[in-house]
């Protein structure tokens, strides 16, 4: 018996991976072949030895009440509460002052609790891209496409982004296009492309623009990092970098030139 | 290539008919699980757990109702390991596939076929089902082999999903599962070894 069962096909065995027709051919062995039922044997042992062991850690109490509260609290604000319309207008001047008021005020409150959710979401967004960025560096790993020319990134996108993009051909001194990445932000695809400006990275991401989403030109700073952005009709882009933000607004000038508007 | 198996639709007001809670909150026990043991302590992985529940939240409405809840929210709870204090520090000191030096993508050479024996000292760990010390060598896994293993074992993932989740091809999922059971049980055979001599 020279041909035993691979490593692979005894976990894939194990596993309940393997094909009517794979699982066959591998029963026949087995009802030949001592060492490789012990093996299957040994991987099976080891499997539920694992699967038990592996759940060592319980959720306290507490994370799950915090879990139901805090899930209850986020979906309040898309709950369509019932507006009063069962009132009626009286009279009354000062019944109608009152309702202006009462009106304005709630108006006002929806305003400020929607400019409070648009900022979190923003600064959420700002975190997860700085996130992203950091991560692109400490991985230090080859870009997904590694390549400087834009008609070999641009087209790798085809097929795994609902949207499509321009890239500048002509780059600012000492930019050059490194690669990029397929990567996501809050769930959503997006379009990580790397530049280099002199011995600094740049993730410039490109996403899809959503409906109520209009992020207008800003340049702000955290945790030590540029981060600059602007959208088009169709697209929200942001740059993450450590590179002075003239040079930043520099490149993010270039990539906003060749858009479609 | 396949992808965004829960791609964003196009309606996103069209009516969900789970709701978030109903179909997030049996999953809290395996998340909070997963992230302990990604994450190594209670803190940190309540954190990850809370903040994959509120990203999940603000997505779901771009999930795909009928398809995979469980692999679309564990894949949010990895992407938020990734990105955080803990994930970070693993990425910088793993570069696991330039160690598959001693074995190729099909994971053939830990043990020769065949070459596993029914008596060896980890087999008899296994069957005394001796909790600590294999969790001792779970603990010794990189996280890349570790959370592989935790999805195919603990969780009864199929390596499709597995895939989905970790974004790697079928291909690497199954030489990870396979390093990552050699390497247990070569760390088991080893606590074995010294337990025996200790005891000696």
Redesign the interface.
Known sequence: MTDHLSLTTLNALVDGELSAGQLAVAKEHLDACNACTSSALAQSLLKTAMAKSGQRYHAPPELTDRMKRLLSEQEIPGHRHAVSSGVRLSGWAAAAIILVLFGGWMFLGRHALRSNTASTENAALMTEVCDLHIATLAANMPPQVLSSDRHTVKPWFQGKLPFSFNLPENLPDETKLEGANLTYVHDRPVAQLLYSVGRHRVSVFLQEKTGESGTSDFLTHQSGFQIAGFSTRELEIVAVSDVDSARLAGLMDMIRRVQVS | ?T??P???KLH?DAPVASS??DL??PL??AL??LA??LARN?HD??DL??ET???????FS?FEEGTNFKAWIFR?LR?TY??SRS??AA??TV?LEDELGEQGE???V??R??????Q?PE?NL??L?D?AA??DA?EKLPPPLLEV??L???E?M??KEIATILEIPIGTV??R??RA??L??RELQANSMFSRDFRA
């Open positions: 290539m992808l965004l829960w791609r964003r996103e978030f809670e997030a909150l809290l026990p909070y699980n302990f043991w209670a992985a309540e757990v809370q529940f509120l990203k999940a939240l603000r997505g771009g949010i992407n990734l990105t994930g970070l990425l910088r570069a099909s994971g053939q830990i043990y076929e065949g070459a596993i024996e029914r060896t087999l296994m069957r089902g909790r294999i969790q779970m293993v935790l195919c074992d603990v009864e199929k390596y199954m030489s599962i396979a059971r050699g247990l049980r």
